[in-house]
């Protein structure tokens, strides 16, 4: 690549600390030859529950030259969300960290786009490119992968040296070529914490994860009631879950988040045990109204919520 490649590589790189991502990667927008078959084989043993829509743009998933044409580069973009306060009653109905704050989406896909406005500006005027984070069939771990952001944990997370597996991920897909990132040697070495960790045996086996039994699918993306035989294994989570991250070694000294937006809401951490089951929907739709914890809706929240007692 030439000086002038690098160059441009780290002024993006720059911006994008700028606009308060985490970190930054690029990689070359190709085939995902390697990982193709494993979500191939996932799919067809159902791991992905409910989840029909990962059977939909098959091809897409696995090449992301059909998302954008012309595309060349993905540059992937990690935000650390590791909150400085976790929900004060120990009691208490148990939230994923990702939901204490405002949803991710709206967040991240504004900083992408101002990313997108300067690479255009500021490099290449005649740029063509997409913004994404989880709004359309890319394989986001995958390409933060090879973009040397992290690997994929045994618990299928993406894992990032410093921040841990606490980080939103995001994409640029463009039509230029960048200077790519070599990828990191997977550092999990034989630790099998979050296998042994997780109650409902989700985590088959090692990169292993069986949709139909994590609470995190259960208690967000599922519609119908949830399995009886899984009552006593929930360990209090009415909105995801982090078990196989909080035992993770990697996020023991993860750094709290300086994004502002991922703040939770005073009122939302303080609530007690008896205050959670007490929700009703108005309350719900005025602390959560720009929460993730909104996916689930207030129909659901209250079905997860009656589990658990």
Known sequence: MSLTANTNAQLIKEEALRLGFSDIGFAKAEHLAEEEPFLKQWLDNDREA??????????????????????????????????????????????????????????????????????????????????????????????????????????????????GSYVFIGELVINKELP???????????????????????????????????????TIEHREELPIELKDQMSNWAFGCDICQEVCPWNWKARPTKEPAFQPHPDFISLSKDDWHALNEDSYRTLFKNSAIKRTKYRGLRRNLDFLK
């Open 180 to 218: 790519v990132d070599t990828p990191i040697q997977e550092a999990c070495g034989g630790c099998t914490r979050c296998i042994d960790a997780c109650p409902t045996k989700a985590l088959l086996a090692p990169y292993q994860l069986d949709a139909n039994k994590c609470i995190s699918y259960l």
């Open 50 to 163: 409910g989840m029909s829509y990962m059977r939909n743009h098959f091809e897409k998933r696995v090449d992301p030259t059909l998302l954008v044409d012309d595309a060349k580069t993905i540059i992937s973009v990690l935000l650390n969300y590791t909150p400085q306060t976790l929900q004060q009653d120990e009691l208490a109905p148990r939230i994923a960290r990702y939901a204490y704050g405002e949803d991710y989406h709206f967040v991240i896909k504004e900083k992408l786009a101002l990313l997108l406005t300067f690479i255009q500006q500021t490099i290449f005027d005649d740029l063509q490119g997409r913004c994404f984070t989880d709004s359309a069939p890319l394989l986001d771990r995958a390409w933060a992968k090879r973009s040397g952001l992290g690997w994929i944990g045994k618990n299928t997370n993406l894992i990032h040296k410093k921040l």
